[in-house]
């Protein structure tokens, strides 16, 4: 009988050999090959989320910053924002396999077990790059601080504005003599503008796109409009909800009245619907190279403060260092080198819609050229709305995803506001008590620093 | 080497040598068959046993994902579990989407079955048309109906001159989700119709015909009965697939709840706890409860069909 050429074991000598070959491959994929290739002695492992119209601005910071420093390899990956990047994040921190470098919401870095996936900034290190507190935005700062130690060295603020489409608006007699749309302050002259806008548009066009159902955007416009009436979540001590429902239903009611008279078509694509001549839309600043791209002569505001008190939700993406169980080291230092390059650099970061949080941008001609950004830079950056800062805040996190849904729910009609509210305020009162499962302590006793 | 040739009624001796006996048959059993299977067991083993005791293991613990500070709290997960609203409320919606969409795949798929089997002209295209979304990924499913299904620009919309936004209201967010499922996953189940219709003798339908049946009673009384084995099958595999709807569901309501959270289904809320939350012990265990219901569901078909078996003897 004829025997074929290779045997059993041969044979899976020869598999076993080309899997070892093979995961040596990929593991010099992953350690240093493509470091060694560029002729680099150190190798930086950069994480980031930035899949938007800032997703090309932040490629663009870092080949800059490969050309000033070829001594440094950036292998950057960008992952998809939201549950998706949090768990790859959590988990690449728990499993010792954490990139060097990476960008958070500063709302999640209470939650994201700093001391346990997150290791401090080294300052020594920051200082010799040249990244000093005193530059920075204060209030930005201070939240990056967890225990007296800074985790989160802060990149920007980001925020939800208004935009408007100035070819509309013009010709509904709305611009003032600059050619910007007044502010209103009031909810009827909110929708005193939507009125006249709408008189400008064909059938089937929304006069403003909401967002209604989306859970993530309806938490964080009612973040916003709650903070303008003054509405507060929990007590100093966090031991006990002082959730507003009245409040809440004033707000939920005021973002319901655009899908029921019409000025929202619930579940049309909002930024698409606004290039194609819709003439309100109220996005994220980072939609601004996507608009700005497609020549639209657009202008953008803060939330309209039309409960007085001006107040636009705002988050801010850091710069984190992930737990790395050896971290030191050249890699270490080319984290930091790179983080403070990026958080300088902050004017070319701005294009892509951001708000810098390095304050010294803010005399950078450059930077005061820019348009829409002068139009809603300085407003935005005094009147942010946050997230209440607490272990299941912070974006697309634990509270969002319960609280979000009930605020679409009210938005599209299907729950009464009032009835909404109060389902809010007993999610809020649920998730207060629950313990955090990083640490096992609730709120109140992470306040404290007491053990469970 | 006479031994291998007695037959193995269990009631010989146990003696020493019938225990080498075995033992050297086991042997040469294995010498033929078992390197074959030695893969399998160990794939099996490294990737289904491994990690269903370690989830169990996990499920009696308050384990996060960073795997630090983790203490064993014996049945404490699986108590909150039975107290927490959301757990029935996301079990019933999974149950309900399967109490939906089972029938639905059964009588399209038979339905498309026969047009396939009864058609001449051009079969092959029929077959592709029916089968061919069982090959798409679900993100891609969940994104194509999820434009359908849009109110204004939506196709279904347009087709039907209505204007139902049927993503965001609650009495009709299930339904997009079961015309998507059905739509994306009917064309494996129709396979099987398809190759069970055609193992019926022909005979039989002459015979019918010869009797004076019309089509459909020669659809009633002699396909569907011939195909009861093949409807048991299809049934069984989409109640256990549909069970565990996840994907599609999520896609379509983009990681959202659906309109209120009316599509949430339980393995969504097991993600939801385990990678948004963090708390990897409680999602154990309560992806340990749909497993518990899913093995149940499996085991009464056995019972069920041995039950038949002996009637049938």
């Not at chain 1, 560029?38 to 080949?63: C, E, H, P």
């Not at chain 1, 946050?386 to 679409?408: D, N, Q, Y």
């Not at chain 2, 059905?182 to 022909?202: E, K």
């Not at chain 2, 011939?226 to 309501?253: C, E, H, K, P, W």
Request: one cysteine or more; charged letters at 15%.
């Amino acid at each position: 009988m004829a025997r074929p050429g290779l045997n059993r074991r041969q044979l899976l000598s020869a598999v076993g050999g080309l899997t070892v070959a093979g995961s040596l491959g990929f593991a010099a994929l992953g350690t240093g090959a493509d470091a060694l290739a560029s002729g680099a002695s150190t190798r930086v492992r950069y994480w980031n989320l930035f899949t938007g119209g800032d997703g090309a601005n932040m490629v663009a910071m870092v080949d800059a910053f490969r050309k000033e420093h070829p001594g440094v390899a950036v292998k950057d990956s960008t992952l998809t924002w939201g549950d998706p990047y949090y768990t790859k994040l959590a988990m690449a921190a728990a499993g010792n396999r954490a990139p060097d470098l990476s960008v958070m919401h500063q709302g999640r870095v209470p939650g994201f077990a700093p001391g346990r996936l997150l290791d401090p900034w080294d300052m020594g290190l920051l200082t010799k790059y040249g990244v000093r507190e005193a530059d920075f935005n204060p209030v930005l700062w201070k939240r990056g601080i967890v225990d007296g130690k800074l985790y989160a060295l802060p990149l920007d603020i980001h925020v939800q504005l208004s935009f408007y489409r100035k070819d509309v608006c013009r010709k509904a007699g709305l611009l003032d003599a600059d050619g910007r749309l007044p502010t209103a302050t009031s909810t009827d002259d909110w929708f005193a503008l939507l009125k006249a806008a709408r008189k400008q548009l064909k059938d089937g066009q929304q006069t403003l796109g909401l967002h209604a159902f989306d859970q993530n955007f309806s938490w964080w416009f009612f973040v916003a409009f709650y903070q303008q009436l003054g509405g507060g979540y929990f007590d100093d001590d966090r031991t006990d909800v002082t959730f507003d429902t009245d409040k809440a239903t004033q707000v939920l009611e005021f973002l319901h009245q655009h899908v029921a008279d019409g000025y929202t078509v619930v579940g049309q694509t909002d930024a698409e619907a606004f290039l194609a001549g819709s003439p309100f839309v109220w996005e994220g600043n980072w939609s601004v190279p996507y608009f700005s791209g497609e020549k639209v002569d657009y202008g953008a505001q803060p939330l309209p403060p039309v409960f007085g008190t001006p107040a636009t939700h705002a988050e801010s993406h850091s710069f984190v260092l992930p737990h790395q169980a050896d971290r030191g080291g050249a890699a270490n230092e080319g984290a930091h080198l790179l983080a403070a390059y990026m958080v300088k650099h902050a004017t070319a970061w701005a294009g892509g819609g951001h708000v810098p949080a390095y304050l010294p941008t803010f005399q950078d001609p450059a930077y005061l050229k820019l348009t829409p950004q002068n139009e809603y830079s300085r407003p935005a950056m005094e009147h942010p709305a946050t997230e209440p800062r607490i272990w299941f805040a912070g974006s697309t996190g634990t509270l969002a995803k319960r609280i979000g849904p009930v605020v679409a729910s009210s938005n599209v009609g299907s729950a009464k506001p009032a009835a909404a509210a109060h389902r809010m305020k007993s999610v809020l009162e649920e998730l207060l008590a629950t313990r955090n499962p990083m640490d096992g302590r609730t709120a109140a006793q992470e306040l404290k620093g007491t053990a469970a | 080497m006479t031994t291998t040739l007695a037959p193995a009624t269990g009631l010989r001796p146990r003696t020493a040598t019938a225990t080498e006996s075995a033992r050297a048959r086991w042997g040469r059993r294995f010498q033929h068959g078992g390197w074959f299977v030695t893969p399998f067991f160990v794939l099996y083993g490294l990737f289904v046993v491994v990690p269903v005791v370690r989830g169990l293991y996990l499920s009696l613990t308050d384990a996060n994902i960073s795997g630090d500070h983790t203490r064993f709290i014996g049945l404490d997960n699986y108590r909150e579990a039975f107290r927490d609203h959301l757990v029935w409320n996301s079990l019933w919606h999974s149950v309900q989407f399967t109490l939906y969409v089972v029938p639905c795949i059964v009588v399209v798929a038979l339905l498309m079955a026969l047009i396939a089997h009864h058609i001449t002209h051009l079969k092959w295209l029929w077959r592709l048309c029916f089968f061919a979304p069982f090959l798409l990924p679900s993100a891609v499913v969940g994104n194509l109906w999820w434009w359908l299904f849009q109110p204004t620009n939506g196709m279904v919309n347009h087709v039907l001159g209505i204007d139902t936004p049927w993503l965001t209201q609650k009495s009709t967010a299930m339904i997009a989700v079961v015309v998507a499922t059905l739509w994306w996953t009917v064309g494996f189940s129709f396979l099987l119709y398809l190759a069970a219709l055609q193992n019926i003798p022909h005979h039989l339908y002459e015979a019918a015909e010869l009797d004076g049946a019309n089509a459909l009673q020669r659809v009633l009384h002699i396909t569907v009965p011939n195909l009861r084995t093949i409807t048991g099958l299809v049934l069984a595999l989409q109640v256990l697939a549909s069970l565990q709807v996840f994907d599609q569901a999520v896609v379509m309501y983009q990681f959202g709840p659906g309109p209120e959270e009316s599509t949430r289904t339980f393995v969504q809320y097991t993600l939801e706890q385990g990678f948004t939350s963090y708390r990897v012990g409680y999602a154990s265990a309560i992806s340990f409860i749909l497993f518990l219901i899913i093995a149940a569901v499996a085991l009464g078909r056995m019972w069920l069909l041995r039950l038949r078996e002996e009637d049938a003897r």
